[in-house]
């Protein structure tokens, strides 16, 4: 009985942390703005803008402690990435973000990309 209460109590806080972490983040560097959509079905969207072309992305994320991980899915509609304005579709593969109150931090050869922090709206 002890043993089920324990388990009980860690998924709760798994949930807790998961929802705590979905969102809408977004951040700048120079002329350039990220936006990603962490949805609370495990999805995600991904937008980087420039003037033009812009990035696009969608897929699947998941939390493995205070990393957020990022997996993109095939792109959905090719066809669509060629009409005006013209997108490229950017794939995440095990891209990892550090989760931090209500920001994301991009991680690259397990470093923190501290420049280019995201913050939750």
């Given at each position: 009985?002890?043993?089920?209460l324990?388990?009980?109590?860690?998924?709760?806080?798994?949930i807790?942390?998961?929802?705590?972490?979905?969102?809408?983040?977004y951040?700048?560097?120079?002329?350039?703005a990220?936006?990603?959509r962490l949805?609370?079905?495990?999805?995600?969207?991904?937008?980087g803008?420039?003037?033009?072309?812009?990035?696009v992305?969608?897929?699947n994320w998941?939390?493995?402690?205070?990393?957020?991980?990022l997996?993109?899915?095939p792109?959905?509609?090719?066809e669509?990435?060629?009409?005006?304005?013209?997108r490229?579709?950017v794939?995440?593969t095990?891209t990892?973000?550090?989760y931090?109150?209500?920001s994301?931090?991009?991680?690259?050869?397990?470093?923190?990309?501290?420049?280019?922090?995201?913050?939750?709206?």
């Amino acid at each position: 009985m002890k043993f089920l209460l324990v388990i009980s109590l860690f998924f709760l806080s798994f949930i807790s942390d998961f929802s705590e972490v979905c969102g809408n983040y977004y951040g700048e560097k120079e002329d350039y703005a990220t936006e990603i959509r962490l949805y609370d079905d495990s999805t995600f969207r991904y937008t980087g803008k420039r003037e033009f072309p812009f990035e696009v992305s969608q897929g699947n994320w998941t939390l493995k402690g205070d990393t957020v991980v990022l997996n993109s899915v095939p792109c959905p509609d090719p066809e669509a990435l060629t009409h005006v304005p013209v997108r490229t579709y950017v794939l995440f593969t095990e891209t990892k973000y550090f989760y931090k109150k209500n920001s994301i931090t991009p991680v690259s050869k397990n470093k923190l990309l501290k420049g280019e922090v995201l913050q939750k709206e």
